[in-house]
């Protein structure tokens, strides 16, 4: 099992410019959710879904949009990049039920100029 | 407004050399603390899930305890490879609102040969 993966690793956007992150599991998780993490901060959560079609929004939303078309795949797009939303990205997977055990990707880290 | 703070920032310990962390939450409605091990480039990796005072889990030469306020993370006789960032976590339950995952900002431990 490959668990979960993001792609890509590094980033750099200019500002205004727009990307997709990529995040896939393979453990047929039906929770899967993106958090940012900062210097400073604690892991914060943008986005979650409880499965596919089912997406709600976390903490700091604004300026991310999520879908979930299938159980394994859960995009996170950045619309117009600004500064403020440089940061390490992480994505993370779950069995429903056991919210706690949270699985994560190894991160993308985005610059954005 | 729910916290969750741990200490120290950061730890340096000699091989062998006992000690704690410590995490420390203001929340109403705790359902659950987690600790997390995160690798400089890697996401974390869920270590032990706590929910009552008084419980206690073991792994290795990790033991995680909870009361009332706060948790520790005792680490006997560490050795270089428990390098690391550990996140606490805790899951609230607050009324009128949805279950959230909170997140403390971490504690960077080295452990010197």
């Known amino acids: 099992n490959a668990g979960v993966t993001q792609t890509p690793k590094f980033q750099v956007l200019k500002t205004g410019q727009s990307m997709t992150l990529q995040c896939a599991q393979d453990m047929n998780h039906e929770y899967m959710s993106w958090y940012r993490q900062d210097p400073g901060m604690g892991l914060r959560l943008i986005h979650y879904s409880v499965g596919a079609g089912i997406t709600d929004q976390g903490e700091v939303p604004n300026g991310y949009n999520v879908s979930r078309s299938t159980t394994e795949d859960f995009p996170l797009r950045l619309l117009s990049a600004a500064p403020s939303q440089t940061s390490v990205y992480f994505c993370?997977?779950?069995?429903?039920?056991?919210?706690?055990?949270?699985?994560f990707g190894s991160g993308t880290q985005l610059s954005v100029l | 407004e729910d916290q969750v703070t741990q200490s120290p920032e950061a730890l340096r310990l000699q091989e062998g050399e006992s000690s704690s962390l410590n995490c420390s939450y203001t929340?109403?409605?705790?359902?659950?603390l987690f600790w997390y091990r995160q690798d400089p480039g890697k996401g974390p990796e869920f270590l032990f899930t706590l929910y009552s005072a008084g419980e206690e889990k073991e792994k290795e030469r990790l033991k995680a305890t909870l009361t009332k306020k706060e948790s520790f993370l005792h680490i006997t006789a560490p050795k270089p490879e428990d390098s690391a960032t550990y996140l606490c976590?805790?899951?609230?339950?607050?009324?009128?609102?949805?279950?959230?995952?909170?997140f403390g900002k971490g504690t960077k431990l080295t452990v010197n040969p």
């Open positions: 976590a805790v899951r609230l339950s607050p009324q009128g609102g949805s279950e959230k995952l909170v």
């Open positions: 929340v109403s409605g705790l359902r659950g």
């Open positions: 993370a997977s779950n069995r429903q039920g056991s919210s706690e055990k949270l699985f």
